[in-house]
Structures are given as structure tokens and as C-alpha cells.
């Protein structure tokens, strides 16, 4: 079974740019998490959506978004990019009834000039 | 609020000896307990995890952490190291459903 897919691996922007992150979970995971990874502020909670609904929302301002489409893939938006957006950005799916249990992907590195 | 804290955020240790990567927790409520560690380049990988049920949890690798109220810890042990294990490992609160709070990480070196 394949394991959680991101794209792009990597992606190179500049400020006041918007960019978009895709993550493809586990297939049968319906539910995806986001968090981003700084050397500064570490591992931090972004969202979590489940069939298409976000659930938990972390402390982020609102230039980041998500969605959740019909097939659990899900995608992040991070809009007027600054230089602190940069970081690397981790999925994670997990199956219904086994939340404790959530399986990571290789992440997207963002890098904002 | 529940949160976790990692206490060292380097370990060195000489391959075949023990790793011990610390982590404190707090919470108002029984918590639900991870470990995850981090090579280079890849995402996290889940290597035990604590959910109220035996105190002493084992997980992938050889790794083992044993969960102490008393002392509110929950310390990731492994007996003899190997080279492979040089990572970076974190511990991690689950508050909510889906919604993990991480520690600021330890980076375990081995050396040989």
C-alpha cells in the first residue's frame, strides 16, 4: 500500500507569492492533518479536516487555508507568502477509529525569498 | 493545556550503549503518548505510543517507554544503540482528535 504522497517536494517562492500544497493520504485515511516545521518554532499544528470538513484549526493567521476533497486528498494554501512561511510542511492521514495512529509523508520544503 | 517537554535537545551516545531521550508531559487529563523520530530529509515515523493501556510501551527498532505518573514522564529508552538510530526523535501529546502537540525535539547522535 502506497504511503502518504506530497507534492511538490520542494518549491521556491517569493514574498506576496501564494502557493498550494497537495497531499495525497493513505488509501482509506479520511482523515489529514497539516503541520509545519521551522527550526525556530519547531512541529506546529496547522488544521485537520475529515470527509471534506475541517475539524481543528491551529494558531495560524488566516493567509493559510485548507480544503478536503471527495477522495480524502487534501490541499493547503498559504496566501501574500512571507519570509517566516518558510519551513517544511508535513501531512499526515489516519483511518477512522485508529486516530492515535497517524502515518506521515516526506513533506513539501518551502522556501520564501 | 496539555503539552510535552523534551529535556536535551542533543544526545551523544557511543554505538552499543543505552539511549535515554527524556520527555515530560502535562496534562489535566490521562494523556495519549507518542514518540516519532525524523531522519534526514523524510517525514516522521511513529515508533510507540501510549493510550492508557500497559505502562511499559515497546515499539519499532528495539525502542521501549515507560509511562510514570508519579513522575509524569514518559522516557524512550533503547538498550544498545546502533548507528542507524542517529535521528531526530520527538514526543508528542495528542489533545482532540487528530491534533498532536510536539516537543522542541532531541537529536541522538551515535557515535562509533
Known amino acids: 500500500k502506497a504511503g502518504v504522497t506530497q507534492t511538490p517536494r520542494y518549491l521556491i517562492k517569493t514574498r506576496g507569492q501564494q502557493v498550494t500544497l497537495s497531499c495525497s493520504p493513505i488509501?482509506?485515511?479520511?482523515?489529514v492533518s497539516w503541520y509545519q516545521q521551522t527550526p525556530g518554532q519547531g512541529l506546529q499544528f496547522l488544521f485537520e479536516y475529515f470527509s471534506e470538513t475541517q475539524r481543528n484549526k491551529g494558531n495560524f493567521p488566516g493567509r493559510f487555508s485548507g480544503r478536503q476533497f471527495s477522495n480524502s486528498r487534501s490541499e493547503m494554501n498559504v496566501s501574500t507568502l512571507e519570509l517566516g512561511d518558510s519551513a517544511l510542511y508535513l501531512c499526515?492521514?489516519?483511518?477512522?477509529?485508529?486516530?492515535?495512529?497517524?502515518?506521515f509523508g516526506p513533506g513539501t520544503r518551502l522556501t520564501v525569498l | 493545556a496539555q503539552s510535552v517537554t523534551q529535556l536535551g535537545s542533543h544526545v551523544s551516545v557511543s554505538e552499543g550503549a543505552l539511549v535515554l531521550l527524556r520527555c515530560n508531559y502535562s496534562s489535566s487529563v490521562p494523556p495519549y503518548l507518542f514518540w516519532y523520530v525524523q531522519y534526514p530529509n523524510q517525514g516522521l515515523q511513529l515508533l510507540l505510543k501510549?493510550?492508557?493501556?500497559?505502562?511499559l510501551v515497546k515499539g519499532i527498532n528495539g525502542f521501549e517507554a515507560e509511562f510514570k505518573k508519579s513522575e509524569t514522564s514518559f522516557h524512550l529508552t533503547k538498550p544498545s544503540a546502533h548507528m542507524s538510530d542517529a535521528a531526530e526523535y520527538f514526543c508528542?501529546?495528542?489533545?482532540?482528535?487528530?491534533?498532536?502537540?510536539f516537543g522542541t525535539g532531541t537529536r541522538l547522535q551515535v557515535f562509533p
Open positions: 488509501s482509506g485515511h479520511r482523515s
Open positions: 501510549y493510550t492508557s493501556a500497559a505502562t
Open positions: 508528542a501529546v495528542r489533545v482532540n482528535t487528530d491534533k498532536l502537540i
Open positions: 499526515a492521514s489516519s483511518l477512522v477509529g485508529d486516530a492515535d495512529t497517524q502515518y
